[in-house]
């Protein structure tokens, strides 16, 4: 809501005809191009320097070993003496500021502007890129990959084919589920009777 009122107010682009989005980036703010003549910017290196740094900071740091035990039980985590507050406010500060790289990579990397629609559910396709990964910090980085493909081939055979774009949402629904009794099988064991 407050970037919709600052692409209606503040930040408006006087020269975009009346669509809320903010005047276009000058070229020194915008992310190079790794390739010319492909999408493909710094701001993918940057997830990766980000990925890499959040597994350092996991598996390497007190932080880190703070944040596990929070996640794995809280209940747990209170009484080894983890303040569960201040643990859960420090990585919603570090997941947001991480949100804020993305969207920024995007801005200065893609769109060249800020507009209200800049996430096509971008949250919950992190939701399945995460649970895909097994919440690991590099695995995110293949799952994404794996994710972007099927986005990127759903669109093409959209245009190529006209199949529905739809078949991306469903591969990777059928993925998520299968991850997800992958999951439950490595749980719980079947005993033959």
């Known amino acids: 809501l407050f970037i919709s009122?600052?692409?209606?107010?503040?930040?408006?682009?006087?020269?975009?005809?009346?669509?809320?989005?903010?005047?276009?980036?000058?070229?020194?703010?915008r992310l190079p191009r790794i390739v010319e003549g492909l999408r493909l910017h710094w701001g993918f290196?940057?997830?990766?320097?980000?990925?890499?740094?959040?597994?350092?900071?996991?598996?390497?740091?007190?932080?880190?070993?703070e944040i596990r035990a929070v996640g794995q039980n809280q209940q747990a985590a209170r009484f080894a003496g983890?303040?569960?507050g201040r643990v859960l406010i420090k990585t919603a500060l570090i997941s947001g500021g991480l949100a804020a790289l993305a969207g920024f990579s995007e801005v200065a990397g893609l769109k060249g502007n800020l507009t209200s629609d800049l996430s096509p559910?971008?949250?919950?396709?992190?939701?399945?890129?995460?649970?895909?990964?097994?919440?690991?910090?590099?695995?995110v980085v293949?799952?994404?990959?794996?994710?972007?493909?099927?986005?990127v081939g759903a669109d093409s055979m959209s245009r190529a084919a006209e199949v529905p774009t739809y078949i991306a949402d469903i591969l990777l629904a059928a993925a998520l589920l299968f991850m997800?009794?992958?999951?439950?099988?490595?749980?719980?064991?079947?005993?033959?009777?």
């Open 82 to 84: 983890i303040p569960v």
């Open 5 to 29: 009122y600052l692409l209606e107010g503040p930040l408006k682009d006087p020269m975009g005809m009346g669509w809320p989005k903010s005047p276009a980036l000058p070229r020194d703010a």
């Open 45 to 65: 290196a940057l997830a990766l320097i980000c990925a890499a740094g959040v597994w350092v900071m996991q598996t390497r740091t007190t932080l880190g070993y």
């Open 142 to 151: 293949v799952s994404a990959l794996f994710v972007a493909g099927i986005f």
């Open 121 to 139: 559910d971008f949250g919950y396709t992190g939701i399945i890129v995460a649970m895909l990964a097994l919440l690991h910090p590099l695995g």
């Open 180 to 193: 997800v009794l992958a999951i439950l099988l490595t749980r719980y064991r079947v005993v033959r009777g």
